[in-house]
């Protein structure tokens, strides 16, 4: 079984940064491929970022590239997104996800395990 808790949401205004992260509650961390995802009001799931279980290979939304970073730190548990340059319509619950494995997916059925998400609000 394994717990996503994530943290660092908040009201920011446009042009401002947040740093989220997600604290994994598992034994093997490594194991898996790690993403977030946003859900705006009214709004599908979408990707937002992806990254490999050794943080060598990252992977972002084209609306999100440029502006947000996605790390991992394995000794900690503990996926990142750093965002920086916030928009308005960046505002959404952002969740953090884990799958088992090495393949990279961006839609939300290709991860098993999602936290409780965290509200991401940007002010114009």
């Known amino acids: 079984q394994v717990q996503l808790v994530e943290s660092g949401g908040g009201l920011v205004q446009a042009g401002g940064s947040l740093r989220l992260s997600c604290a994994a509650s598992?034994?093997?961390?490594?194991?898996?491929?790690m993403g977030w995802f946003r859900q705006a009001p009214g709004k599908e799931r979408e990707f937002v970022s992806g990254?490999?279980?050794?943080?060598?290979?990252?992977y972002y939304a084209d609306s999100v590239k440029g502006r947000f970073t996605i790390s991992r730190d394995n000794a900690k548990n503990t996926v990142y997104l750093q965002m920086n340059s916030l928009k308005p319509e960046d505002t959404a619950v952002y969740y953090c996800?884990?799958?088992?494995?090495?393949?990279?997916?961006?839609?939300?059925?290709?991860?098993?395990?999602w936290g409780q998400g965290t509200q991401v609000t940007v002010s114009s």
């Open positions: 996800a884990a799958r088992l494995g090495s393949n990279h997916y961006t839609t939300p059925n290709g991860y098993a395990y």
């Open positions: 598992v034994r093997t961390f490594s194991a898996y491929v």
């Open positions: 990254i490999s279980w050794s943080g060598g290979s990252t």
